[in-house]
């Protein structure tokens, strides 16, 4: 069983930037999809951003276009989301997910993917 766990979540003021990261339990995420879904209070779960080929291929919800940036560290035990300019209405709780199969494609939907962590919340105050 994988085990993914997000840190870096904490209250900010609009406009300011964030990091998130997801750290793998007894796997590494190389050669696997990896992605970010958000939740907030009353909507439904929503993709944010994914990840494949190390970092080599992404996609993003049209409302993480030019202000988020998914990534992996160097020795691709971390997948990070890089959040700038935030708004109130990016606060939510974030989830990391990764892929059980090998995964070339990032995929933007919650049922390729079958790892989760516990989430970690982002507050943004004006």
């Known amino acids: 069983q994988v085990q993914l766990t997000e840190f870096g979540g904490g209250e900010v003021q609009a406009g300011a930037a964030l990091t998130l990261s997801c750290t793998s339990s007894?796997?590494?995420?190389?050669?696997?999809?990896s992605a970010w879904f958000r939740q907030a209070p009353g909507k439904e779960r929503e993709f944010v951003a994914a990840t494949a080929r190390n970092g080599q291929s992404a996609r993003y919800s049209e409302f993480a276009k030019n202000r988020f940036l998914v990534d992996t560290n160097g020795a691709r035990d971390a997948v990070l989301l890089h959040m700038s300019n935030l708004k109130p209405e990016d606060s939510a709780i974030y989830y990391c997910?990764?892929?059980?199969?090998?995964?070339?494609?990032?995929?933007?939907?919650?049922?390729?993917?079958?790892?989760w962590g516990q989430g970690t919340r982002v507050t943004v105050s004006s």
């Open positions: 997910a990764t892929t059980r199969d090998l995964s070339d494609s990032p995929s933007g939907s919650a049922s390729s993917y079958s790892y």
């Open positions: 007894g796997r590494t995420f190389e050669h696997y999809a």
